[in-house]
């Protein structure tokens, strides 16, 4: 089936402590990106990717890091977590290397730091 | 900077109403539009796109949109709704060529049966 994929879906974490969100599409997409979701803000983007080892800022990269080693998956890390970093976040993909086509959307991770 | 604004951030209506989101961009080059859909437990998924052509585009589940360049504006629009559309609503815009999406706040459709 095809589809994207993040782990966990939960996690509660303590301020500081790094940790890491994976993403994976078995679908040969180009481009991935990174969003999360906030009450009354709706989706922003973090970081995207258009291709592998070619990733670029969304809106709102401060706190995150990501890397694209390989074309399936899409990393998302917070080194430092904070508070302000609690939200829902989710995981796109789409055929294309713009952000031009549609995206795929993976199942969500919400994450909250105390 | 790129910016979307949905104007309705909750809109409640009975089943057969018909129903009109308001979606406005301001980018002064090329661009691609889309509507999410967010329903209750499930993933975001594509309703309709436009990316050049007719500016009145068809989408799943008798959804459709209308480009007016002029007016930079996306509005979604169903003649009947039906409950099964509760739902969040997204408008988001790409400028064309570019990795960038900038989605609307969303809207929140609650249809009463």
């Known amino acids: 089936e095809a589809q994207v994929t993040q782990n966990p879906r939960y996690l509660i974490t303590v301020t500081g402590k790094k940790l890491t969100v994976t993403c994976s599409q078995n679908m040969n997409h180009e481009y991935m990106s990174w969003y999360r979701q906030d009450p009354g803000l709706g989706l922003r983007q973090i970081y995207y990717s258009m291709n592998v080892e070619v990733t670029d800022k969304g809106d709102v990269p401060e706190g995150y890091k990501v890397s694209r080693k390989e074309k399936r998956n899409f990393p998302l890390i917070l080194e430092s977590p904070s508070p302000n970093q609690t939200s829902l976040y989710f995981c796109a993909s789409s055929p294309g290397g713009a952000g031009g086509y549609e995206q795929f959307f993976g199942p969500g991770t919400r994450l909250t730091v105390l | 900077a790129q910016s979307v604004s949905q104007h309705n951030h909750h809109v409640i209506l009975s089943e057969a109403a018909s129903l009109e989101l308001g979606c406005n961009y301001s980018y002064g080059g090329t661009v691609n539009l889309f509507w999410y859909v967010q329903y209750p437990g499930q993933h975001l998924q594509l309703l309709l796109k436009y990316f050049s052509g007719d500016p009145l585009v068809k989408g799943i589940k008798g959804f459709e949109a209308e480009f007016i360049k002029s007016k930079f504006s996306f509005n979604l629009r169903k003649p009947s709704v039906q409950w099964s559309d509760t739902a969040e609503y997204f408008c988001?815009?790409?400028?064309?060529?570019?990795?960038?999406?900038?989605f609307g706040q969303g809207t929140t459709l609650q249809v009463k049966p």
């Open positions: 988001a815009v790409n400028a064309r060529n570019t990795g960038k999406l900038i």
